[in-house]
């Protein structure tokens, strides 16, 4: 099974990905992005993109990649992903059902001021202009498709360790 925790910068996705992780049995953490660093080591590099996700083989390899990595281990991939593009979302979830896996799809949402707050005051990456111009692409993905795709966790008043106890229970039932 796949546990993908999905969401835009400041939601909380790495940090609740670690704690739910501790919280289900027989479960790793796979952070697809690590594919997407794969590809923007390639030299020469691939064609201009201001996001690895555009690149056509992204998509399949983090398909590919996970299927390989439960056929080998079993259990339960944790997977914090944004993925805010609705075409991008079914190529990735239809591929990793054609394989028989299945993906519990959880939002990571807090509201806009939040969000904003925690990008600015972020100790460890710093405040990123590449993390805020999220920030409506996300507001606009749930209004049109994301949140009715996926169980919502409203993070906006709960700390980490409270949206991962309510993700594993969500799992777990």
Excluded: C
């Excluded at 944790?78 to 079914?90: C, D, I, K």
Aim: charged letters at 20%; zero cysteines; proline letters at 6%.
């Amino acid at each position: 099974m796949i546990v993908w925790l999905n969401g835009t910068h400041g939601a909380g996705k790495t940090t609740t990905s670690a704690l739910v992780q501790q919280l289900l049995p027989d479960s790793r953490v796979f952070d697809a992005e690590k594919v997407g660093e794969t590809l923007m080591d390639i030299t020469p590099g691939l064609p201009g993109t201001d996001n690895f996700q555009h690149w056509p083989p992204w998509r399949p390899l983090v398909v590919e990649t996970a299927r390989r990595v439960l056929d080998y281990t079993g259990g339960t991939l944790v997977m914090p992903m944004t993925v805010l593009v609705e075409a991008y979302w079914r190529e990735i979830s239809s591929g990793l059902a054609q394989h028989g896996i299945p993906v519990r799809h959880f939002v990571l949402h807090a509201d806009q001021d939040t969000l904003r707050a925690r990008i600015e005051g972020d100790t460890v990456l710093g405040p990123s202009a590449f993390r805020l111009k999220y920030l409506e692409p996300y507001a606009e993905a749930a209004r049109t498709w994301l949140h009715a795709e996926a169980e919502v966790v409203d993070t906006t008043h709960l700390t980490p360790a409270q949206a991962a106890s309510r993700i594993a229970e969500a799992v777990k039932s």
